[in-house]
């Protein structure tokens, strides 16, 4: 059992030590093919078990490999599997704000069409109510995100990085 807990622990610990490659990675995820490719393989064997976070970014994977995929279906495929483990992850750690951020960014960049969009004020609050309590790292990635966001307002992207 010692054994196993052990194991356990060492996977959760290698894994947040992945999180600010997972992050460079999110971001370029979206501007090519092959770098979507490159970050869904990276997240082919995270499964609902792992921490949350990292269940998110599969989704966001997912989703993002319905952006580059041709087929209707496929897109519809990789788009709907990609949401769903976003939403457990929100469900699992609803105070995450990594995790809201990671569908903060989904939802925003997803077309109308698709009606992924239900959360984006919900999210945003919930961002700029608990940014400053993150550790540094964290708060540069969140930060990256909101000054090229047209979600946040220049009022609150200055509001929030000026005090």
């Not at 949350?52 to 952006?67: E, F, H, P, R």
């Amino acid at each position: 059992m010692k054994i196993i807990l052990s194991l356990c622990l060492l996977i959760s610990f290698l894994s947040n030590q992945d999180l600010p490659d997972l992050r460079k990675q999110f971001v370029k995820a979206a501007t090519s093919k092959t770098a979507a490719d490159d970050f869904h393989t990276k997240m082919t064997d995270i499964s609902k078990e792992n921490s949350k976070t990292l269940v998110a970014y599969k989704g966001a994977s997912k989703a993002i490999m319905g952006k580059f995929v041709t087929k209707q279906a496929e897109k519809k495929k990789y788009f709907t599997e990609g949401v769903q483990l976003i939403e457990f992850a929100i469900n699992s750690e609803p105070k995450n704000i990594e995790i809201r951020v990671i569908r903060l960014c989904i939802q925003e960049n997803t077309p109308k069409i698709v009606k992924y969009k239900a959360n984006i004020n919900e999210d945003k609050d919930f961002i700029l109510q608990n940014y400053r309590a993150q550790n540094s790292a964290l708060k540069e990635y969140i930060k990256s995100y909101i000054v090229q966001s047209k979600v946040f307002s220049e009022t609150e992207k200055a509001k929030l990085f000026n005090n």
